[in-house]
């Protein structure tokens, strides 16, 4: 019996990637493309990104194709934390 | 034989760990995102106890894993059971006592262990399990939900440069809702079914059912309530440290720190790794804190965690064993009362000593001062 099980090893490594870094991104692509649209607003020299003075957390930035992206963006992520939960019932 | 006078005891004592269990990891799931304001503090707990409720009922496939992979289950009484459990209770209190985030498993665990050793000697633990199934994850989990945190944090900023600071924090701020969740649930799951497992070895061992049951319904439930209703409370000492004290956390990276959590409990959970969620946790949070570019680790806060977490298996051990040595040495009913009433006190004692620097969900969130977990002055409690 070895002390480390590497086929495990990579796996949880590979697929925690995907699912565990993978699904963020595809949330942030989501909020990217909702966001698309807006004018370009003063962008912050020091942090690198725009900040709009007392214009406050209004997410959509009212192109279409941009409403389209973001749903088929949340629609993959909400999938993914189905297929999670999916995972758990079946027996872990 | 049947013992029933002492299996209640043991019973009570197991939900009083679940219920520990419970508060001293609900910062596991929801420090983040209070400290990020994605959720006001008693919001968060309430939907952490809910997922736990949840989680525990969801799977109950390595329920009963814990303690029979780890030591010979018939080297096991119902007072070394109890004694391990004694040993886990008095780590998890001290721990939380000081809010460092240590691993309610591993308590659980090095409880079990020590009390085993001092009853039957190092032949009844599988010490390869112990090593390849407990302390090679424990080292491992952390680094792996680390690194995928870092990539998580670096992606889902470098997408959304674009957007305004406002607005994203807005919108992680929602997205952290639902991978708050997720952790939580999969801590039910995990966490709920560690204690169903020492109860139903307590039952086994004093014959009350056969050494092939499953957890009956009763314990299930009880557990899953336990677990939940100590996760309602909230350890809000080690909260604070989880979300305060490690690196100053925007919501981005509280959302990228949960998803690579959430994933990797629940693929580790797939291989059958009893890991803490409290390892994992952390390691997320540590992560979310080096893939921000210009974010500082307080690496410190991390140091004294990690020197808790190599503590927290021969700390709990070494109770477990003294736990099992003085009910042993008493014996019989009397031994079991009075390892009980030991546990009762220390339990008071350091609800008291909590007491002199109260941390609550108002003070949660105030400034991290370096060597200072409780923020001062601390405000009146009702």
């Known amino acids: ?14 697929v925690g990637l995907l699912a565990g870094a993978g699904l963020p991104a595809v949330f942030a692509i989501g909020m990217w493309a909702l966001n698309l649209g807006r004018k370009p607003a003063t962008v912050s020299a020091t942090t690198g990104s725009a900040d709009v003075p007392g214009k406050e957390e209004s997410i959509l930035g009212g ?16 999938a993914g934390i189905a297929f999670g939960i999916y995972y758990i019932v079946s027996g872990a | 034989m049947s013992h029933t006078f002492v299996l209640v005891l043991v019973v009570i004592t197991a939900l009083s760990f679940d219920f520990t269990n419970g508060f001293h990891d609900t910062g596991n799931a929801m420090a983040t995102s209070i400290a990020t304001g994605a959720l006001p503090p008693r919001i968060a707990v309430a939907l952490s106890g809910v997922m ?5 009922f969801l799977s109950f496939s390595v329920a009963a894993t814990i303690a029979s992979g780890l030591v010979q289950t018939g080297d096991v009484t119902l007072e070394v059971v109890f004694a391990g459990l004694a040993g886990g209770i008095f780590w998890n209190l001290m721990t ?3 809010g460092i985030p240590s691993s309610s498993s591993h308590a659980l665990i090095g409880g079990v262990i020590g009390s085993t050793l001092a009853a039957a000697g190092s032949h009844a633990i599988q010490w390869h399990n112990l090593v390849s199934k407990v302390i090679l994850p424990a080292i491992f989990s952390p680094l792996i939900a680390g690194m995928v945190a870092i990539v998580g944090t670096y992606l889902v900023y470098r997408i959304t440069q674009q957007v ?12 952290q809702i639902a991978s708050a969740s997720m952790v939580s649930l999969a801590h039910g799951t995990n966490d709920a079914q560690k204690t169903m497992g020492v109860i139903t070895l307590a039952l086994i061992v004093n ?25 309602y409370l909230g350890g809000w000492r080690v909260i604070r440290t989880l979300g305060k004290g490690l690196i100053d956390i925007d919501s981005p990276q509280g959302f990228a720190a949960e998803s690579a959590s959430s994933a990797a409990i629940l693929l580790s959970a797939h291989f059958g790794y009893s890991l803490s969620t409290t390892h994992v946790a952390t390691g997320s949070i540590i992560g979310s ?15 004294r965690m990690a020197t808790a977490w190599v503590l927290t298996l021969p700390s709990a051990g070494l109770v477990g064993a003294l736990a099992y040595a003085i009910a042993h040495f008493i014996g019989g009913d009397a031994g079991a009362i009075v390892l009980f009433i030991l546990v009762l006190a220390l339990g008071v004692t350091i609800y008291l000593a909590s007491r002199r ?7 949660v969130n105030d400034d991290w001062e370096e060597g200072q977990e409780a923020p001062t002055p601390a405000p009146a409690v009702a």
């Open chain 1, 1 to 14: 019996m070895s002390w480390i099980n590497l086929n495990a090893l990579w796996k949880i490594v590979v």
């Open chain 1, 63 to 78: 192109s279409s194709t941009g409403l389209v992206i973001g749903a088929v963006c949340f629609l993959i992520f909400l």
């Open chain 2, 52 to 56: 736990n409720l949840v989680g525990a």
């Open chain 2, 96 to 98: 939380w006592l000081l």
């Open chain 2, 164 to 175: 305004a600071g406002s607005t994203r924090s807005h919108g992680f701020r929602i997205g």
């Open chain 2, 207 to 231: 014959g009350s059912i056969h050494s092939s049951s499953s957890a009956p319904d009763w314990v299930i439930i009880s557990c899953a309530l336990a677990i939940s209703l100590g996760t």
């Open chain 2, 289 to 303: 804190g080096i893939g921000k570019r210009g974010a500082e680790v307080r690496w410190n806060t991390a140091g």
């Open chain 2, 357 to 363: 620097k109260p941390v609550n969900h108002k003070n």
